[in-house]
């Protein structure tokens, strides 16, 4: 298969493999499907078990993120890090993963547009005014005393 023929089918399977960026400006993906070595996916038992072992390696990954969510640590990073270890074999994986980087982009897409910007600093602004608003009626009515003063009683 030549990358320079004018056949669009040749050329497309041409830059899949190898994820160049094709002429009209757009990055092809990689191809869906395993990554496992070709001597591994010559073999169906050795392939089932590595699948399988991709599988419990990625799910220990993302148990641990979950885990993660309510105590500290970067809970969601471990989250995706296990997904991007199941998208190493699994295509619905990798369907995830395209689908939450290209949700991740229009956000950031959205938050760079400068009226959302400002909207965001207004209400931020507004918030810290009703929060700042909302202590100094507490400290107003009850006082303020630092812990090591509280005297026992």
Do not use: C
């Amino acid at each position: 298969m030549n990358t320079g023929s004018d056949e669009p089918g040749e050329v497309a399977v041409a830059s899949e493999k190898t994820g160049e960026a094709r002429t009209d400006g757009t990055h092809d993906e990689r191809g869906l499907g395993s990554r496992a070595p070709e001597y591994v996916k010559a073999r169906r038992v050795l392939h089932l078990s590595w699948q399988v072992g991709v599988f419990i390696v990625g799910l220990a990954v993302v148990a641990a993120g979950v885990i993660m969510l309510p105590l500290p640590g970067p809970g969601w990073v471990v989250i995706f890090g296990g997904m991007a270890i199941w998208a190493t074999e699994f295509v619905w994986a990798q369907l995830v993963l395209r689908w939450t980087k290209r949700k991740v982009t229009e956000a950031a897409q959205r938050a760079l547009d400068p009226k959302v910007r400002r909207r965001n600093i207004i209400l931020t602004v507004i918030g810290l005014v009703v929060i700042a608003a909302l202590v100094g009626i507490y400290v107003w009515k009850f006082g303020f005393e630092m812990p090591w003063k509280i005297k026992d009683q």
